[in-house]
């Protein structure tokens, strides 16, 4: 028993969308939490934010990001009409928002997705909303109008981290009534977002993509630092108070697994590579 | 009548894979005895009228008479007699510390240094006998009274609860945040110890009763206690005791320490062992491992540590006489090449300049008398500071609460620990409709004593809904 892909829209070589049928993550859903899923058994569990759903169609859309061997598995084997072994949600906390008057959504990315999840809560609120979607290059980039309902404008950008980074300081500058910004992407990214948002004296809310293996914080390998505070993404975040957020100590928990898996991904490409000698071959037969 | 005969020296015992084929692999090294064997060490048993195993087992089975079906060679009837005080013979048998509890008060060992019959191995026996054979095993089941229990948390309490409330005709709903069901059967102990197969087979058996298991809902969250309230008509919490506690030295942020709960949940539960090729779960191997601890949860660390190919240390600051895990246990990890430090301290974890664990540095103790009459006391030695080298530490320092199911619950009186030890002594809470047992209540525990709880309370709860009657007794 598990839960149907009804849809399956590949974006671009980084980036496809998956519509999938929970609708139990949904009777409580607030904006900016997420879900955990699992494809099938011995697959790896990962949390990917709610970036759309349908509470008619019982259905939660996921933006993912080709990163490893689960995110690209997902999308070259699974399709619509397959089933992922596991949804579980909703995981996190949604972080209490108020009316603040001007926001800056800044994402980076899959993060990109997180903050649009949070920015509709924040809409609803009666909020300004501005968007930076940030990429890392042009081939890659996302259509601003993916994100575009819930902004007053949108901006893409792309070229890295520090192009990125300079379009939200040009923002904050000609924009000094801005009340907050929220990022997320990867830890680097935001660090450097919280430098604008220190230097320029701006609430930050920021989002913390922590390794998880469980929804509850049963395992403490989610665990993250805020000064001098340990916290569980899963239980107390995501959404962190980007002042206070121990980059550093995320950057190096997130690495501790990325030789394992460069290797799994490694071996997955040779798995499809193999496959597509066999079927030229079986095709000039 | 015959003159009983005290088999007091003949124990068979459990045959073994020898220890440099067991560290290979993760399937089960304890083999089972075979039927000859079985029926052998049943006859030690002399079927005592008055027993005093039974006092001692937490979960009070009525060991001499399963035992004597085993004689008669009837094990579906064995069976049947266990799973009337426990759903978990199979589990039991395997993981119990018998030889604390049924197994220190067998009648053979009053005299001559007899030794016990070996009970657990039996309970195992009936148990895989009747799975193995595949033939079909009902249960009964009393007409449906209409009422429905919420349980939350799939592990020993909740699936016994789950159990024995579903016997009594009531509808039960278990709701699990994890992927799987079992709880810590699943996710802490490692298949080495406990096979799948068995576990499977004892939960699938509840499940025939009703029982629906809605795994990957975390309560909290994916459903609250108000729609709990207005769906059933009683609930009861084993969500156990799950956070893995750090041991609270310098260095617990480096990359390569590991609480025990996630070192053996990617193994356990996401498979982590069969990297990469059928798994995709990472976990490293070909190290130098370092776990602290000396319960039951370090045993476990250990066995599987050994498996995944790495230099496998324990440190512990009592010695293995004073340490909670079973002699047995320590013998097999030695055997397969554990290195046991007692009377050993982590007083920091050391890393380098990449943030990698390097080693962990420990001092020697040594143990006191108590003042207050308790457990010697461990001291530190002086100048005794020493490092052990190592790229991963493993923290099996014991469990803290995980309060998420419950915290949304009107009034609920929580105790320091914010667990659940405010329960009367029928497992109920002062929220009238609302119960809890296993690791929730007394902070960490065994899996049989989270059974007794989950019986006990379904008992409770099963009284509740006949005549609603709620008299929560005020410490």
């Known amino acids: 028993m598990g839960f149907p892909i009804l849809k399956k829209e590949v974006l671009n070589d980084r980036f496809y969308l998956l519509e999938v049928h929970a609708p139990h993550v949904l009777k409580k859903f607030k904006h900016g939490q997420f879900v955990m899923i699992l494809s099938k058994k011995g697959g790896e569990i990962i949390p990917l934010t709610v970036f759309n759903y349908d509470k008619t169609k019982g259905s939660v859309t996921l933006l993912v990001e080709v990163r490893g061997k689960s995110t690209k598995e997902l999308l070259v084997r699974f399709g619509e009409g397959d089933e992922l072994k596991d949804v579980v949600g909703p995981v996190g906390i949604s972080p209490n928002l108020k009316n603040v008057g001007k926001v800056l959504l800044v994402g980076y990315n899959y993060g990109n997705a997180c903050v649009y999840n949070l920015g509709r809560g924040l809409k609803e609120l009666g909020n300004e909303i501005h968007f930076i979607a940030g990429f890392e290059d042009s081939g890659s980039s996302l259509s601003g109008g993916l994100f575009a309902d819930i902004a007053v404008d949108i901006k893409v950008a792309f070229g890295g981290i520090k192009k990125v980074k300079e379009e939200v300081r040009d923002f904050v500058d000609i924009n000094k009534d801005t009340a907050l910004i929220v990022s997320a992407g990867i830890p680097e990214f935001e660090k450097e977002i919280e430098e604008v948002a220190d230097v320029f004296e701006v609430d930050h809310l920021t989002h913390a993509s922590a390794i998880m293996i469980d929804p509850i914080g049963l395992s403490g390998s989610d665990k993250v630092f805020l000064d001098g505070d340990v916290k569980y993404a899963s239980l107390d975040g995501p959404w962190f108070d980007g002042h206070k957020l121990d980059y550093d100590a995320l950057i190096q928990r997130n690495n501790i697994f990325v030789e394992y898996e460069k290797e799994a991904l490694r071996r997955f490409e040779e798995e499809l590579e193999k496959e597509r000698k066999k079927s030229a071959r079986k095709k000039r037969i | 009548m015959a003159k009983i005969v005290y088999r007091r020296h003949d124990r068979n015992e459990m045959p073994l894979m020898p220890p440099e084929k067991r560290k290979k692999t993760f399937d089960e090294y304890a083999l089972g005895f075979p039927v000859n064997v079985a029926i052998d060490e049943a006859y030690r048993c002399i079927l005592c009228k008055k027993a005093p195993c039974i006092p001692v087992c937490p979960a009070e089975l009525d060991i001499p008479k399963w035992i004597e079906q085993i004689q008669k060679e009837n094990m579906v009837e064995a069976y049947r007699i266990i799973r009337d005080k426990s759903p978990f013979g199979a589990v039991c048998g395997r993981v119990c510390p018998q030889e604390r509890q049924c197994e220190s008060n067998c009648v ?16 195992r026996f009936a148990a895989d006998t009747v799975r193995i054979s595949g033939l079909p095993f009902e249960e009964e089941k009393a007409p449906e009274t209409g009422k429905k229990v919420a349980v939350l948390g799939a592990g020993p309490a909740g699936l016994s609860a789950a159990y024995f409330l579903a016997k009594r005709g009531h509808k039960v709903v278990i709701y699990e945040a994890l992927a799987e069901s079992g709880g810590v059967m699943r996710y802490g102990i490692p298949p080495a110890r406990l096979d799948r197969k068995a576990l499977d087979f004892e939960i699938e058996l509840i499940e025939k009763l009703g029982v629906e298991i809605k795994t990957d809902h975390v309560v909290g969250q994916t459903i609250t206690y108000g729609d709990l309230k207005d769906e059933y ?32 949940t990617r193994i356990n539960l996401y498979e982590a062992f069969k990297f990469p090729e059928e798994a995709d779960t990472p976990i490293p191997r070909g190290k130098k491992v370092v776990v602290v601890g000396g319960g039951f949860t370090a045993v476990d660390c250990l066995i599987t540590s050994l498996r995944l190919d790495n230099e496998t240390h324990l440190v512990y600051r009592r010695t293995r006489e004073t340490s909670s895990a079973r002699d047995e246990e320590w013998d ?15 007083v920091e974890i050391i890393g380098n300049e990449k943030g990698e664990v390097v080693g962990i540095k420990c001092i020697k103790m040594e143990l006191v008398p108590d003042e207050k009459g308790g457990r010697p006391r461990p001291k530190p030695v002086p100048n005794s500071e020493h490092i052990i080298e190592c790229d991963i530490v493993v923290q099996a320092v014991g469990q803290g609460p ?5 915290q949304d619950i009107p009034n609920l009186k929580i105790d320091k620990w914010q667990n659940l030890s405010t329960v009367d002594s029928r497992y109920r809470t002062n929220v009238e409709g609302v119960f809890a047992g296993g690791d929730v209540v007394n902070g960490g525990d065994t899996v049989v004593r989270a059974i007794r709880h989950g019986r006990d309370a379904a008992e409770a709860i099963d009284e509740y809904l006949k005549t609603g009657k709620w008299e929560y007794e005020e410490e």
């Open chain 2, 108 to 123: 053979l060992m009053f005299k001559d240094n007899g030794l016990s019959v070996a009970i657990g191995a039996l309970e």
């Open chain 2, 233 to 264: 008509d009683a609930i009861f919490i084993g969500v156990g005791s799950g956070r893995g506690k750090t041991i609270g030295v310098p260095g617990e942020g480096l990359i390569g320490v590991y609480t025990a709960i996630e070192f053996l």
């Open chain 2, 332 to 346: 097999h990890v030695a055997e397969e090449g554990a290195i046991l430090h007692w009377l050993t301290q982590p």
């Open chain 2, 402 to 406: 995980n309060p998420l199911a419950y």
